[in-house]
């Protein structure tokens, strides 16, 4: 049964404001995938897969780990087991016709409307992963919530290390806001979000998704990255930081690593 899955129509906004200006908007459609429901999902929507080849499609391993273990399994590691009452949403884009590069997902356990705690999943062009697990949440209105964790994952070339990441949840019944700004010495230097209005998940809307709006996923997010990163490094001329190689015991897939790290 298909009951708490939604797809999301809406934008993805980036907006540097140091050391030069530079912002963009595009349009995004995306989902929020109940997990529980990703069985259902894919036994009673024809072009939709879990684990199958499908011309859309949600696998277990293009996520945390990258290991073939169901998703929620694979988040035990890094929050509190889902207990009765409680469900876990996953805001991603599936793959469309075997592609996709998400830059970020975020794993939202909810009770009820309220948000319990939450996992920011970042990829970068690079091939590596890196999760921040969000347990300390903070309300700060209705349905809003916030957090806050040091940076320690390599991203953009034109961003080095150093900074603290802010996180900002709205979470309502029709309309979702999922905020990741970038400060360094207490001042904000990157702000960043994705903002949708709802819908319930069905047959329909995920025909109309793939015929109407197929370029307003995941399949063109590379595209977007290199065009940006194209306008920053010959338009406004930023510095370019090289790639570190990951220490921390958050990033979960290494590219100079042989294998990813083991679920327990």
Not at 29 to 41: A, K, W, Y
Not at 86 to 115: C, K, W
Not at 214 to 240: C, F, G
């Amino acid at each position: 049964m298909i009951g708490h899955s939604k797809i999301f129509r809406g934008e993805v906004v980036h907006e540097r404001l140091s050391p030069r200006r530079h912002a963009f908007t595009y349009p995004m459609t995306f989902f929020g995938f109940d997990l529980d429901e990703l069985p259902s999902i894919g036994e009673s929507v024809g072009v939709f897969g879990y684990n199958e080849a499908r011309p859309l499609r949600i696998n277990d391993r293009d996520y945390l780990y990258g290991a073939k273990t169901p998703i929620l399994q694979q988040l035990d590691e890094l929050l509190p087991p889902q207990e009765s009452g409680q469900r876990t949403m996953l805001i991603s884009s599936p793959r469309y016709l075997g592609y996709a590069f998400n830059p970020v997902n975020f794993h939202l356990r909810m009770e009820g409307d309220r948000l319990l705690c939450a996992v920011a999943e970042v990829n970068n062009t690079f091939g590596d992963r890196h999760v921040y697990p969000l347990c300390d949440l903070e309300t700060v209105g209705p349905h809003r919530w916030a957090a806050r964790c040091p940076k320690d994952f390599h991203v953009s070339p034109f961003n080095d290390m150093t900074g603290e990441y802010h996180f900002t949840f709205r979470i309502e019944a029709e309309e979702i806001f999922l905020g990741v700004d970038l400060y360094r010495a207490g001042a904000c230097i990157l702000k960043t979000w994705i903002r949708g209005q709802s819908r319930p998940l069905s047959r329909g809307a995920i025909m109309q998704y793939a015929c109407l709006h197929p370029l307003d996923t995941a399949l063109n997010s590379m595209p977007r990255i290199l065009w940006q990163a194209a306008l920053l490094h010959y338009k406004k001329q930023l510095e370019v930081y090289q790639r570190p190689s990951p220490k921390s015991s958050h990033t979960l897939i290494d590219r100079d690593s042989t294998s990813p790290r083991d679920v327990i």
